[in-house]
């Protein structure tokens, strides 16, 4: 049964870059069946998906944060990472990396997620 | 984006009762919808994809229908391991958007 888990810094500084990795085990992401993706929960509200790759895809990144995202997979690993630059006080959150079928070569449903990872930005 | 609006923000609802849940998309999004349910502090779980399959070893007494705008998402007899939150989400268009969620409590 796939796992995944985030780790990364649970605190990071206004303007600094935050990063995180998922480790995948029970599943290879050089398989190239799934799409991986990072989707964000805000304090008390709902959920956002920042975005996702596949093994041999470009990544796709939420336009709202596509200017400041990098997302991507290291298969030696198997994991995935994220890095959002210059980070303000509206990027604390919960972190989920989580995985997806694909049909027609978009996400269809995300069926595991790690556990989330709160990241707080803050001075 | 294409948004989603749930209905209600809450719930309470006695063990037994039938829960029924409301999902309208901004644009017709045909059948792709899918239904997680989220328990305090913890990831959510995915309950039903393309609008009414249900996922391998949920109950049965949660279900869901529609298509186009507007979709349902019903449990048939709440029980209390069912307090949660429900979102639905669209993978008709990116970006993927979800719903802004519904708090079912127990009266």
């Known amino acids: 049964q796939v796992q995944l888990q985030e780790s990364g810094p649970g605190l990071v500084k206004p303007s600094q870059t935050l990063s995180l990795t998922c480790t995948v085990s029970g599943d290879s992401i050089s398989w190239g069946a799934y799409y991986w993706s990072w989707i964000r929960q805000l304090p008390g509200k709902g959920l956002e998906c920042i975005g996702y790759?596949?093994?041999?895809?470009?990544?796709y990144y939420n336009p709202s944060l596509k200017s400041r995202l990098t997302i991507a997979l290291d298969t030696s690993k198997n994991q995935l990472s994220l890095r959002l630059h210059s980070v303000t006080a509206a990027d604390t959150a919960v972190y989920f990396c989580?995985?997806?079928?694909?049909?027609?070569?978009?996400?269809?449903?995300?069926?595991?997620w790690g556990q989330g990872t709160l990241v707080t930005v803050s001075a | 984006d294409i948004q989603m609006t749930q209905s209600p923000s809450s719930l309470s609802a006695s063990v037994g009762d039938r829960v029924t849940i409301t999902c309208q998309a901004s644009?017709?999004?045909?059948?792709?919808l899918n239904w997680y349910q989220q328990k305090p502090g913890t990831a959510p779980k995915l309950l039903i994809y393309d609008t009414s399959n249900l996922e391998t070893g949920v109950p049965s007494r949660f279900s869901g229908s529609g298509s186009g705008t507007f979709f349902t998402f019903t449990i048939s007899s709440l029980q209390p391991e069912d307090i949660a939150i429900y979102y639905c989400?669209?993978?008709?268009?990116?970006?993927?958007?979800f719903g802004g969620g519904t708090k079912v409590e127990i009266k």
């Open positions: 989400q669209q993978y008709h268009n990116r970006p993927l958007t």
């Open positions: 989580a995985r997806s079928r694909i049909a027609a070569g978009e996400p269809h449903y995300f069926d595991s």
């Open positions: 644009h017709d999004i045909n059948n792709y």
């Open positions: 790759i596949y093994t041999g895809g470009s990544p």
